[in-house]
């Protein structure tokens, strides 16, 4: 496996594709850009009003997850579209279950931090 990047290298690669990814995410996703958004406001919030670090993980964690979901279902999109601008069922399935998984990511936020802070 002569000329594979290993250690430290392969390491500041993948960093440096991760940032592309993000880059790519927030030029290109109005809904990613939409969610940090929220994140930016809630995260803050959340911190002022958790009680303890598990309290505060649930409520920032639950947040990230939206954003990890979101980048997860922008690639799918990304591959659906490039492999062609025709109607298959199948493509189409494939956007709306990465649509459905942003959702479901959604409907968590509001459940734990309705557990959360109504306790």
């Not at 392969?10 to 790519?24: D, M, Q, T, V």
Request: glycine share 10%.
């Amino acid at each position: 496996m002569a000329g594979k990047d290993t250690g430290l290298t392969r390491l500041f690669r993948a960093i440096g594709y991760s940032i592309k990814g993000l880059k790519a995410a927030f030029t290109h996703e109005a809904a990613f850009r939409q969610e940090l958004a929220a994140c930016v406001i809630l995260a803050p919030l959340g911190i002022w009003l958790s009680n303890n670090g598990i309290e505060r993980a649930l409520l920032i964690g639950s947040l990230m997850l939206v954003l990890i979901v979101e980048l997860i279902n922008s690639a799918i999109e990304a591959v659906v579209d490039r492999h062609g601008t025709g109607h298959h069922p199948l493509s189409g399935r494939a956007k709306d279950l990465g649509s459905a998984a942003v959702m479901v990511s959604i409907l968590n936020v509001i459940v734990i931090w309705a557990l959360v802070l109504l306790n």
